[in-house]
């Protein structure tokens, strides 16, 4: 199993920017793609962005493409998502997960390891 843990949410105004972090351990980082959803008030949980275990690869929500990037560093066991232009409507909060597999996937039954979320709120 791994363990994730999220930080980067807060309170935003919107047209703002935030930039989420996620630090894994438990197991080897570069073997998994990694993944962010989202899940907002009285929604179900969504795919937003992925990337693959080397970081050649990278998967968006189509909606999102152009104000969401997902990287990640291996040296440091971490990924990220930077937001910019944030509007209302992308207030969720915000889950990272591991992939049992190396190639990025949009589908949350590709991932067995998810964090405990950070809340993403974005003021009008």
């Known amino acids: 199993q791994v363990q994730l843990v999220e930080s980067g949410g807060g309170l935003v105004q919107a047209g703002g920017s935030l930039r989420l972090s996620c630090v894994a351990s438990g197991r080897f980082f570069s073997r998994s793609a990694m993944g962010w959803f989202r899940q907002g008030p009285g929604k179900e949980r969504e795919f937003v962005a992925s990337?693959?275990?080397?970081?050649?690869?990278?998967s968006y929500e189509d909606s999102l493409k152009g104000r969401f990037t997902i990287s990640r560093d291996n040296t440091e066991n971490t990924v990220y998502l930077q937001m910019s232009s944030l509007k209302p409507e992308d207030t969720a909060v915000y889950y990272c997960?591991?992939?049992?597999?190396?190639?990025?996937?949009?589908?949350?039954?590709?991932?067995?390891?998810w964090g405990q979320g950070t809340q993403v709120t974005v003021s009008s």
């Open positions: 990337i693959s275990g080397s970081g050649s690869f990278i």
């Open positions: 997960a591991s992939s049992r597999y190396t190639d990025r996937s949009s589908s949350s039954r590709d991932y067995d390891s």
